[in-house]
């Protein structure tokens, strides 16, 4: 293939001034002491706040999520309100990290130099458990593998003022979910997942490290002014429906980009059709169609829900204040999608995206039309998005019939609880046995296959074209077991149960029949299964570990030596001069996800080493020029290298560099090492059709520019490798980016931006952690 020649030539970055100045110390000064109490997030003295901010602002009726958000205003009378245009300053309750992002972010923290939260926070043991026995076996495993790890985000805990939960506590949005979600609470979470906690109120929002630790530093929060997306239901689920269906109708209709900029509310009667764990399984996959979050009405189902988790005067404060819990009659939403509950379908999603949405009764055909493969060699259910005890008790009532009949699974089957307390309750009340009996292996409380931890290669190798069934969230390219040739589904996880009883994607458990091993035919009944156990929940052990009320003595060890751990030094100031003469690095063809950027599975181990995690940055990206994976031209010495490489090789010879991408750059998950690291190896610019939110701000927040193209057809003239500038004139719009082409020629293109006057002092210092300091 004939290579091409391009170069970034210019960007003036005479930015403006004029944001908002305020000290970081004052803040956390008045704010530090409500990080030392237990804090009680369900008290009417939250409530009242909230319900004053909301009087300031109302001069219409308005959604929930509206009323939610600018309850949580820093200054809602001198806070300006325009839906999808103005940045809104907010003051979330709580910030939760999960053990893979938490590392960087309290590197971050631990660089701000400040002694304690300003909010309650909370680290969550989720991510660096690999699924490779079972449950106890790979807990242990990790335990070992991880100590040095644990034992950072354990003492980093203590002596900062969070919350810790040991691995084997569970997934971060059930612990969350079980303890500290609440009607009306605002609640940021390092995870993209964290929507997730909508099913009880609250507006939970997934964001990068450095956003957690502006809260955590207790400094307002800034958001986009969200719009608001109404999902009205009506109808009632029944039959082999569940909720899941719900968001796996929505993505298919809003697709993976659909919901950016916006909050997705549930409204409508059909609301009270879905138990509250349900509308979580909703909530959770918002991430999947870009959405800011996503929220549901403060109902009889979350007051249930709150009294059976022990959370009883947290239930009543909300009956209380229940209508700033619920939208206003006559509110107006920026668009609106119906769905009848009782036609909807059962759903099955994918492979490769999350919004390519087929009815179950037709997924067989659609495959063998594909050409993708019928059988189901693995059926995994649970994770964040589908393990309550409804969940696993649907799916334990179908087992239980197929073990009536003699049958067991076709095809391999595993469990993933979703906390300590949902496993110790389903094997109290059985259903863990029952999916065991028929095939099941019950792994640990933890995020495992769902986000490619899952030590898989005994069925099939690498490259190797096969089918999995998951009731997980997320179905990218090689996300689940790292082989780009798995085909991955996702649906509920009591379809998953009926087809790896079945064994084939053509199974319609509404229509088709199964075999036992008598030949005897037979169908399965329609799953059931309790909201809630009769009896109370089992907590099981006991793994929370609260920051202690003095912590001078704590020490926060990072060998200079570690592989895993690294502190970070500060990245440098912008020099006020034009970024010049960068080169292309890479010109991504198609969907580029934060997977795609920055890999999860083995590299998770990373996560804490910014030098040694970037080694994975891009290498899951297809090049525009050769169609090749990790494969780019090194324009100083015209050979070719992995882009990590390359990036180095063009840092150390100080040549500033940029990547070019398609649609929606940075989809999935919020880590923000997908930022961090072409920031840290001399990356300037993202140039892009368009961005996923949390990306976007990530980027801004580590001193890169992220652009889009004004016209994006000019993602086409853009021929890799090469180089480009950048002329840019203070507050003026849109920028200008100068090509030039290996024969000489040059032509320009328009890039916009939508950088705010506190988010160009970011860029100016290097980054929102060096602004940070600055303020100081």
């Not at 003239?717 to 002329?727: C, K, S």
């Amino acid at each position: 293939m004939a290579s091409y020649c391009v170069t970034v030539t210019r960007l003036r970055l005479a930015l403006g001034t004029g944001a908002r100045r305020f000290h970081v110390a004052a803040v956390f000064s008045a704010r530090a002491g409500a990080a030392m109490s237990r804090f009680e997030p369900g008290s009417s003295i939250g409530y009242g706040k909230m319900h004053e901010n909301i009087g300031v602002v109302r001069r219409r009726p308005l959604t929930l999520s509206e009323k939610n958000v600018y309850g949580h205003l820093d200054d809602p009378s001198g806070q300006e309100i325009d839906r999808g245009r103005t940045y809104l300053r907010l003051r979330p309750d709580r910030v939760a990290l999960q053990d893979a992002t938490a590392q960087m972010a309290m590197l971050q923290f631990i660089s701000s130099g400040l002694p304690k939260v300003a909010v309650p926070s909370t680290i969550h043991c989720d991510h660096l458990i690999e699924a490779q026995i079972g449950g106890a076996q790979d807990l242990q495993r990790a335990k070992e593998v991880n100590q040095e790890v644990y034992n950072f985000l354990a003492t980093s805990a203590a002596k900062y003022g969070v919350g810790f939960w040991k691995p084997g506590s569970g997934i971060i949005h059930q612990i969350i979910l079980e303890n500290y979600a609440y009607p009306g609470v605002m609640l940021i979470g390092t995870d993209s997942h964290t929507p997730n906690g909508g099913c009880l109120g609250g507006i939970c929002i997934g964001v990068g490290g450095a956003d957690a630790v502006d809260v955590m530093a207790g400094i307002p929060w800034e958001l986009k002014c969200p719009k608001v997306i109404g999902v009205r239901l009506t109808g009632t689920l029944s039959g082999w429906t569940s909720p899941k269906d719900v968001i796996l109708k929505v993505a298919g209709i809003l697709t993976v980009k659909g919901g950016t900029g916006a909050i997705v509310e549930y409204h409508g009667p059909g609301v009270d059709s879905i138990s509250c764990t349900g509308m979580a399984t909703i909530c959770n996959m918002g991430a999947e169609i870009g959405a800011t979050t996503l929220v549901f009405p403060y109902n009889h189902r979350m007051k249930t829900y709150l009294q059976k988790t022990g959370r009883r005067e947290i239930a009543s404060a909300a009956d209380e204040f229940r209508d700033d819990l619920v939208p206003d009659e006559g509110c107006e939403y920026d668009q609106v999608i119906e769905i009848n509950l009782s036609e909807l379908k059962p759903h099955i999603n994918g492979p490769f995206t999350p919004d390519l949405a087929h009815p179950v009764s037709e997924i067989g055909a659609v495959a063998k039309k594909s050409g993708w493969p019928l059988e189901v060699k693995v059926g995994l259910i649970g994770s964040c998005t589908n393990s309550s005890y409804e969940d696993m008790g649907r799916a334990a009532s179908l087992a239980k019939q197929a073990l009536h009949k003699g049958l067991k699974c076709k095809a391999q089957f595993t469990v993933t609880p979703g906390s300590e307390q949902i496993r110790a309750t389903i094997e109290r009340d059985g259903y863990a046995k029952i999916l065991s009996d028929v095939g099941g292996v019950i792994l640990a409380n933890a995020c495992g296959p769902c986000i490619g931890q899952w030590d898989r290669y005994a069925d099939v190798k690498r490259g190797e074209k096969n089918t999995i069934v998951t009731s997980f969230n997320r179905n990218f390219t090689a996300r689940n077991d790292a082989n780009p040739a798995t085909h991955a589904f996702v649906t509920s996880p009591e379809i998953v149960t009926a087809l790896a009883l079945a064994g084939t994607l053509s199974f319609n458990p509404e229509t088709n029949y199964l075999t036992s091993p008598s030949g005897e035919k037979f169908k399965l009944e329609p799953p059931t299964g309790d909201e809630l156990p009769s009896r109370d929940f089992d907590p099981g052990q006991d793994t929370y570990q609260h920051p202690p009320a003095e912590s001078a003595s704590v020490r926060v060890d990072v060998s200079p030596s570690s592989t895993r751990l690294q502190l970070l030094e500060p990245f440098d100031k912008w020099n006020g001069s034009d970024l010049e003469d960068m080169r292309v690095l890479i010109k991504v063809q198609g969907k580029c996800t934060t997977d795609h950027i920055s890999a999860a599975g083995p590299w998770l181990k990373f996560h804490g080493h910014l030098d040694n995690i970037s080694n994975n940055m891009l290498i899951g990206a297809i090049n525009m020029e050769n169609d090749a994976v990790n494969r780019v031209k090194n324009q100083l010495t015209g050979g070719y290298g992995g882009v990590p490489d390359v990036a180095r090789f063009y840092k150390a010879n100080g040549v500033n560099w940029v990547v070019v991408g398609d649609e929606n750059y940075g989809e999935g998950s919020s880590r923000e090492h997908a930022a961090l690291e072409p920031r840290h190896l001399g990356g300037r610019a993202i140039i892009v059709k368009s961005f996923a939110r949390i990306h976007e701000t990530n980027l801004k927040k580590q001193g890169l520019l992220p652009l889009t193209f004004s016209n994006p057809d000019d993602y086409d003239r853009q021929n890799p490798p090469g180089r480009q500038d950048f002329n840019h004139r203070p507050q003026v719009l849109p920028l200008t980016a100068v090509i030039k082409h290996c024969d000489g020629s040059q032509e320009s293109v328009s890039l916009s931006h939508t950088f705010n006057e506190t988010q160009i002092e970011w860029f100016k210092a290097g980054s929102a952690l060096n602004r940070m300091k600055e303020l100081q």
